[in-house]
């Protein structure tokens, strides 16, 4: 997987040196602290914002929900599925593999690069958030420009989702989290670290139960059939 964070961290700093000076953007998708209140990512921020109520908006029979997807959402594998509600508040940071779903209320603050691979399911009300606050309310305050606007600084961190996921209902995961491929999430659970590859891990914080194998197989479910 592709770790778009070091991809933009990387061109931030050739960009530094070739102009001295970074972009609020830039300072952004590097996981720096940045101003929110850019114009740039006010329009990007508010761009998005409008696309996810439009498509919240239509039933879910309705091709013009393709055309809003690809729109916000143009890094994407083929059979993205998102049932909607659905809340991001840039998405062209957010990249999507191949057949993955989303049930309803599924809210994404890609702040920073947020990596999802192939066959990934979300289950309702799971959501992604890259964004950080300072700890001391002296730094978490709200600040005034000369020219009296308000802004705050944030900063973010990148999440990544390997391949063949499933995060079941009711999931926060945090910025700065990998979680590797083959993984299940348990219901409810907030994921603050990593978790390693084939693993069922669930709580809050979010903790690894055991690892996932074939002993797990519903062929050996004979109630199932």
């Avoid at 909607?84 to 840039?90: E, K, L, R, T, V």
């Avoid at 993955?100 to 947020?114: E, S």
């Avoid at 300072?134 to 709200?142: A, G, K, S, T, Y």
């Avoid at 499933?166 to 603050?192: D, F, K, L, P, R």
């Amino acid at each position: 997987m592709v770790n778009l964070q070091c991809l933009y961290e990387t061109d931030n700093q050739i960009l530094f040196i070739k102009r001295g000076k970074m972009s609020e953007k830039e300072k952004m998708l590097a996981g720096r602290i940045y101003d929110p209140t850019d114009e740039e990512l006010t329009i990007l921020r508010t761009k998005a914002h409008r696309l996810s109520q439009h498509y919240n908006t239509l039933f879910e029979d309705d091709d013009l929900r393709n055309t809003i997807i690809d729109e916000l959402i143009p890094s994407k594998g083929e059979g993205l599925y998102l049932q909607g509600p659905i809340y991001f508040d840039y998405g062209i940071f957010t990249s999507f593999g191949k057949n993955c779903y989303a049930n309803f209320n599924f809210t994404v603050l890609d702040v920073c690069p947020v990596n999802i691979g192939s066959n990934v399911f979300f289950g309702p009300n799971c959501s992604l958030m890259t964004p950080r606050h300072p700890l001391r309310w002296q730094e978490r305050n709200i600040k005034f420009k000369d020219d009296k606007t308000a802004y705050d600084d944030e900063y973010a961190k990148p999440i990544n989702i390997g391949d063949n996921c499933w995060i079941a209902a009711n999931v926060v995961i945090t910025g700065g989290v990998t979680i590797g491929e083959g993984c299940v999430i348990g219901a409810g659970s907030v994921v603050t670290k990593d978790i390693p590859a084939n693993s069922l891990a669930a709580g809050n914080p979010c903790k690894v139960i055991r690892e996932i194998n074939e002993k797990d197989s519903i062929k050996y479910k004979k109630e199932l059939f």
